[in-house]
């Protein structure tokens, strides 16, 4: 099924693509016009074949993107004169490094967080810890890092507006503790804007989790047998309380690819998510294909882990089903 999946999104969307009004061209000529060039003078010879009406039908452009994407051929950016896979390359880090930390927020915050929430359901805690998540996950991501930004940056200038490093005091980068601490402090209010709401969805999963598998009869004899409630939660609810967390971080990737769309826009780091906003608005067809490409494979390889690490964790679960 992965193969399907990955063949049917990546054919929408060069359908999708081809239906936008305009040619890369064109728009560099509307941005030369405004004084505001976006796509550089090296990438003029790769622009200007596609000003050239085409002569293939959209079904005809599409097997001819798939067969060189077989020989892994990604073609040429027409934003920035260079292999797309170039491009790409330039990027990812500043995109890994967004997801690693809010991963590891994710894990360390969330799950502690449900799970004392189910220990303590009912109390102040429990109400005011779902009131809280409810407001998270009812707020748009671009309110959230919109809000951080004012209050934290312009207002109380705690944290930087954008970018990975302060460039403007070169001696900060002389050793590597100032470098990390540097790299740190940029990445505190797009780390948060980007890890709320799966830490609020991934917090409010193990919380039901763990509530539901304290109801259990195994549980309730455990706990009549006068065991210690560590001992029962470490032997008895932790592992049933899992597949749940397993099946939502599955989703993990395509909630990180949808927010980084926003957060790295608005905090201005220079990742996937801004250069994929950036190729749709020029019309870089190439990239953003690629993207769409890499970006399936990740969403449909986070599914299939979760349920290779689902069918190790509950044997009841039958693979060919």
Sequence with gaps: ?????????????????????????????????????????????????????????????????????????????TLYGEDVSSVILAKVGTSLSLGFFTFLLMLTVAI????????????????????????????????????LLKFFSFDLHWFPSGGLFSFDTPAIHKNLTSTVLDLAHHMILPVLSLAATSLAFVALIVRNSVRETLALEHVRSARSRGLHSLTIHRRHVLRNALPPLVAALGSFPQIMIAGSLVVENVFELDGLGRLTYQSIAQRDYNVVMALTLLSSIAMILGRFLSDVFLVRLDPRIDWNS
């Design 1 to 77: 099924m992965c193969l399907p999946t990955l063949l049917a999104i990546t054919m929408i969307s060069f359908c999708a693509l081809n239906l936008l009004p305009g040619t890369a061209q064109e728009l560099r000529r509307f941005d030369l016009q405004t004084a505001a060039p976006i796509i550089t003078p090296m990438a003029a010879p790769a622009v200007a074949p596609m000003a050239a009406p085409k002569k293939l039908s959209v079904a005809a452009d599409y097997f001819a993107w798939l067969a060189r994407i077989a020989h892994l051929d990604f073609g040429e950016s």
């Design 112 to 147: 502690p967080w449900g799970f004392l929430c189910a220990v303590r359901a009912g109390t102040v805690f429990d109400i005011a810890s779902r009131a809280l998540i409810l407001a998270v996950l009812a707020l748009p991501p671009v309110a959230l890092a919109t809000t």
